[in-house]
């Protein structure tokens, strides 16, 4: 079990919060849930998780200007970020480094994908921060 | 506070996280709360004093009746206890479900304790539907998961369904994607073959010799023939017709591999981890055999229409040898050298493709000039000349109207096209004339050399390789008549030994029927 772990999900979709938030919860993940990226933000701000599975787009602050805002906070500029974001949509790879985007998951995703995808990413910010 | 917890009998009553939560809420010095269940045996209970968890033992059974005479709550004081109690039913589908006690010294007025207690029963009543809605979230996100990996298993599968893909690699590929989604420990594919005997593949965990996949591959076809639908076994030992898997497997789920009514197939999972085979699983199997049986659609009509036109092909070629025998084997040579030319002098794959339909053609346009010239031994005077140099044009037009043929016939009108610009039919010079044009006339010229003719014997290799050094720049693309003699003499004659044998024996055939 990956206890102690802790995730932000952000994503407008409730159905989408729900799955991943149980598939997460389910391996052991500690979870919290915001339906728009000024709410994980705060979320964020409160918790500092260990990384950011975040929509791309979502009303007040979009998945990419939420990890712009970690970026630019000293305090959480090390939280690895996921974008989930609809088939066929690419984000230019400026952006995603700038923006500390480390994978990109494009829907109708796997969850066991995901799962997977999480546990390398969580694996890889361990190597770096060692 | 003491709290008397027996962890499975108090799931039994109310789930834990409710318990907790009316404890919070409710249980206080002086005041405890209990769960009875129907039969009124105390299941879980927390008290502030010894003396209102005996007061509650001693009359649970007095309690519990109380509550279920009343539809409210039911307030009781007990002056031997000096205690009140007052109770309410909680019922769950309609029947009883538990009784929820709430405790006091009887120094309490009754009215404050029923109100606390309707309080705790409304309480209840919302901590209740919260904790199923929260069930029901979780069981929906856990069904909606599942759906999200069938959904990007045959996303995954329909990308991959290109038939010009190996079909074993397909499914290969598609058993370990389901694999990936269904726990199995193994997962197969039985494809019909032309004759009696299925195909049978089996990935995963799980191996079958071959004395068994064999016979169980025959008995799937056979039975899902007979019955177009999801075979579905969670014991095999009950079945005397498997019984010779039955040692190996445990539980089978096969599904028919069928396009319009035809069955192609069986795709089949053995042995699900920790649970049954159900319909979900069928549906799901059944719905990957609709992806791989159109695949097997695909590939099959792909496969028949590319045998098509090379069946077309070659029976052009055949009409052109059958008018000159003497060339017999001379398109299926320019072919092979001009692909392997194309492939040495690194041009890419496209081109070598093309270049060998090219050069398979090349000729056809001899159909259109007279067998006389064609079959003249000696020089042709300049009207026959003329008739001859017509077919690179004559082929092209024949040629023009095939769409998918298009790409190939600047390789036939311009296979007499020469480097320095004197050829025809174009006088196009250099690089003007198109690649398939240079490439094919390289062959063309090596195989007329070296192949017997109606005026001359065949050049010795080494002579035609000296013609071909001699006249680069000249007739030939320089660059190219290079890369040409560095395919070298061993891999040309490999290339066209086996052609010039058939071409011998086609001519003396020729021979003598022309005696006769």
Known sequence: MKTGKKILVADDETHILNVVSLKLKNAGFTVFCARDGQEALELARLHTPDLLITDYHMPHLSGLELCDALRADAALKHIPAMMLSARGYNLEPADTQRSGIVRMLSKPFSPRELLEVVDEVLAGAKQRAA | ?516
Not at chain 2, 14 to 42: H, K, Q, S, T, Y
Not at chain 2, 89 to 99: N, T
């Open chain 2, 1 to 516: 506070m003491s709290v008397l917890t027996t962890g499975s009998i108090c799931q039994a009553a109310l789930p834990n996280d409710v318990f907790a939560c009316l404890i919070e809420r409710f249980a206080c010095p002086g005041r405890g709360v209990a769960v009875l269940d129907a039969d009124g045996a105390i299941v879980v209970s927390t008290y502030a004093e010894a003396l209102l968890t005996q007061a509650v033992e001693t009359n649970a059974a007095a309690i519990t009746a109380g509550a279920r005479e009343c539809v409210d709550v039911s307030c009781v004081s007990w002056p031997a206890s000096r205690v009140r109690t007052c109770a309410f039913i909680h019922r769950e589908r309609g029947s009883v479900h538990c009784v929820i006690v709430l405790v006091c010294h009887d120094s309490v007025a009754e009215q404050t304790l029923a109100h606390e207690a309707q309080l705790m029963r409304l309480t209840l009543g919302d901590l209740m539907r919260m904790h199923t809605s929260t069930q029901e979230i979780d069981s929906l996100s856990t069904q909606l998961s599942n759906t999200y990996e069938e959904l990007s298993l045959i996303y995954r599968l329909s990308s991959g369904m290109k038939v010009n893909r190996e079909t074993r690699e397909f499914f290969r590929q598609a058993c370990m994607d389901v694999m990936n989604v269904v726990n199995v420990r193994g997962m197969g594919v039985v494809l019909r073959t032309t004759n009696e005997t299925p195909l049978a593949s089996l990935y995963g965990e799980l191996t079958l010799p071959s004395n068994v996949l064999a016979p169980l591959a025959t008995e799937l076809m056979k039975q899902l023939d007979a019955k177009r639908q999801a075979l579905l076994i969670n014991d095999m030992t009950a079945r005397p017709d498997f019984a010779f898997v039955s040692t190996r497997a445990r539980q089978l789920l096969a599904v028919p591999l069928e396009r319009d009514g035809e069955l192609l197939g069986v795709l089949f999972c053995v042995d699900k981890a920790g649970a049954d085979f159900d319909t979900v699983d069928a549906k799901l199997l059944a719905s990957i055999a609709n992806e791989a049986a159109i695949y097997l659609e695909n590939a099959k009509l792909f496969q028949d229409v590319r045998e098509l036109l090379m069946g077309l092909m070659h029976s052009l070629v055949s009409a052109v040898d059958a008018k000159d025998a003497y060339t017999c084997g001379h398109s299926e040579r320019v072919a092979l050298i001009a692909r392997e030319l194309a492939t040495v002098a690194g041009l890419p794959t496209q081109i070598v493709e093309r270049v060998y339909m090219s050069g398979l053609l090349h000729d056809v346009g001899k159909i259109g000039v007279p067998e006389a010239v064609l079959q003249k031994p000696g020089k042709l005077n300049d009207e026959e000349f003329a008739l001859m140099k017509q077919h690179p044009d004559i082929g092209a037009r024949i040629l023009r109207d095939v769409r998918q043929l298009g790409d190939i016939i600047p390789g036939v009108l311009h296979h007499h096209e020469r480097w320095d610009g004197s050829g025809y039919p174009a006088n196009l010079q250099g690089n003007d004339i198109p690649i398939l044009g240079r490439l094919i006339c390289l062959a063309d010229c090596f195989d007329a050399m070296t192949s017997n003719r109606t005026y001359r014997r065949a050049l010795p290799f080494e002579v035609a390789m000296l013609e071909i050094r001699k006249n680069a720049g000249l007739q030939f693309d320089p660059e190219l008549a290079e890369a040409f003699i560095r395919i070298g003499e061993v891999r040309l004659r490999e290339l066209t030994s086996g052609h010039h044998e058939q071409a011998s024996r086609l001519i003396a055939e020729h021979r003598s029927l022309r005696v006769a």
